[in-house]
Protein backbone atom coordinates (compact mmCIF):
# COMPACT_ATOMS: atom_id res chain seq x y z
CA UNK A 1 0.00 0.00 0.00
CA UNK A 2 1.71 3.30 -1.17
CA UNK A 3 1.86 5.82 1.89
CA UNK A 4 3.04 9.22 2.17
CA UNK A 5 2.72 10.44 5.87
CA UNK A 6 3.58 14.38 5.93
CA UNK A 7 4.30 15.29 9.54
CA UNK A 8 5.92 18.65 11.14
CA UNK A 9 2.95 21.33 10.64
CA UNK A 10 1.95 23.75 13.74
CA UNK A 11 1.53 27.23 14.14
CA UNK A 12 4.64 29.49 14.57
CA UNK A 13 5.85 33.01 14.74
CA UNK A 14 6.36 35.30 12.08
CA UNK A 15 10.67 34.71 11.67
CA UNK A 16 10.44 31.30 13.30
CA UNK A 17 11.28 28.01 11.31
CA UNK A 18 9.68 24.81 11.12
CA UNK A 19 10.74 21.46 9.56
CA UNK A 20 8.25 19.39 7.63
CA UNK A 21 8.71 15.28 7.26
CA UNK A 22 6.83 13.19 4.90
CA UNK A 23 7.36 9.37 4.82
CA UNK A 24 6.97 7.50 2.06
CA UNK A 25 6.31 3.61 2.06
CA UNK A 26 4.75 1.04 -0.41
CA UNK A 27 7.01 2.14 -3.47
CA UNK A 28 10.57 2.29 -4.35
CA UNK A 29 10.79 5.45 -2.99
CA UNK A 30 14.38 6.00 -4.44
CA UNK A 31 13.58 6.00 -8.22
CA UNK A 32 11.15 9.50 -7.51
CA UNK A 33 11.63 12.72 -7.61
CA UNK A 34 9.99 14.22 -4.76
CA UNK A 35 8.37 17.80 -4.83
CA UNK A 36 6.34 19.84 -1.99
CA UNK A 37 3.51 21.90 -2.55
CA UNK A 38 1.63 23.93 -0.77
CA UNK A 39 -2.22 25.99 -1.00
CA UNK A 40 -3.67 28.59 0.74
CA UNK A 41 -7.40 29.40 1.50
CA UNK A 42 -9.28 30.26 -2.00
CA UNK A 43 -5.66 29.90 -3.46
CA UNK A 44 -3.96 27.57 -6.67
CA UNK A 45 -1.90 24.45 -4.79
CA UNK A 46 1.54 25.61 -6.37
CA UNK A 47 4.72 24.00 -6.19
CA UNK A 48 7.49 24.97 -3.63
CA UNK A 49 10.39 23.05 -4.08
CA UNK A 50 11.54 19.90 -5.79
CA UNK A 51 14.20 17.09 -5.23
CA UNK A 52 15.33 14.63 -8.02
CA UNK A 53 15.49 11.09 -7.19
CA UNK A 54 18.76 10.99 -6.64
CA UNK A 55 18.80 14.32 -4.20
CA UNK A 56 21.72 15.81 -6.12
CA UNK A 57 19.23 18.35 -7.95
CA UNK A 58 16.42 20.96 -5.95
CA UNK A 59 14.84 23.64 -7.54
CA UNK A 60 12.83 26.24 -5.58
CA UNK A 61 9.82 28.66 -6.14
CA UNK A 62 11.28 32.31 -6.01
CA UNK A 63 8.84 32.94 -2.87
CA UNK A 64 11.15 30.51 -0.97
CA UNK A 65 14.43 30.72 -2.29
CA UNK A 66 16.73 31.26 0.26
CA UNK A 67 14.68 30.62 2.91
CA UNK A 68 13.19 26.59 2.50
CA UNK A 69 15.20 23.64 1.82
CA UNK A 70 14.44 20.48 0.79
CA UNK A 71 16.83 17.41 1.68
CA UNK A 72 16.21 13.62 1.21
CA UNK A 73 17.34 10.52 2.73
CA UNK A 74 16.80 7.69 0.51
CA UNK A 75 17.87 4.93 2.91
CA UNK A 76 14.73 6.29 5.12
CA UNK A 77 12.77 6.68 2.50
CA UNK A 78 11.98 10.34 3.77
CA UNK A 79 12.11 13.98 2.14
CA UNK A 80 11.84 17.26 4.35
CA UNK A 81 11.51 20.70 3.68
CA UNK A 82 13.52 23.11 6.32
CA UNK A 83 11.71 26.46 6.75
CA UNK A 84 13.20 29.08 7.79
CA UNK A 85 12.31 33.00 8.37
CA UNK A 86 8.56 31.72 8.01
CA UNK A 87 6.15 35.06 6.82
CA UNK A 88 2.53 35.13 7.00
CA UNK A 89 2.24 34.06 3.86
CA UNK A 90 3.36 30.98 4.33
CA UNK A 91 0.45 29.70 5.74
CA UNK A 92 -1.31 26.71 3.65
CA UNK A 93 -1.23 23.54 3.94
CA UNK A 94 2.02 21.51 2.59
CA UNK A 95 1.97 18.13 0.43
CA UNK A 96 4.52 16.08 -0.81
CA UNK A 97 4.24 14.36 -3.62
CA UNK A 98 6.07 11.53 -5.42
CA UNK A 99 6.87 11.36 -9.10
CA UNK A 100 8.58 9.11 -11.89
CA UNK A 101 8.61 10.16 -15.29
CA UNK A 102 8.74 6.68 -17.21
CA UNK A 103 5.35 5.67 -16.33
CA UNK A 104 4.24 8.92 -15.18
CA UNK A 105 3.38 8.00 -11.70
CA UNK A 106 2.10 10.22 -9.27
CA UNK A 107 1.77 10.03 -5.07
CA UNK A 108 -0.06 12.33 -2.87
CA UNK A 109 0.45 13.11 0.99
CA UNK A 110 -2.82 14.13 2.90
CA UNK A 111 -1.12 17.50 3.56
CA UNK A 112 -0.10 19.20 6.93
CA UNK A 113 -1.12 22.74 8.00
CA UNK A 114 1.29 25.02 8.38
CA UNK A 115 -0.07 28.55 10.29
CA UNK A 116 2.63 31.43 10.46
CA UNK A 117 0.95 34.08 12.69
CA UNK A 118 1.58 36.12 15.63
Known amino acids: QVQLVESGGGLVQPGGSLRLSCAAS????????MTWYRQAPGKERELVAY????????TYADSVKGRFTISRDNAKNTVWLQMNSLKPEDTAVYYC???????????WGQGTQVTVSS
Open 97 to 107: KASRRWDGSNY
Open 26 to 33: GFPFGSYY
Open 51 to 58: ISSTGGST
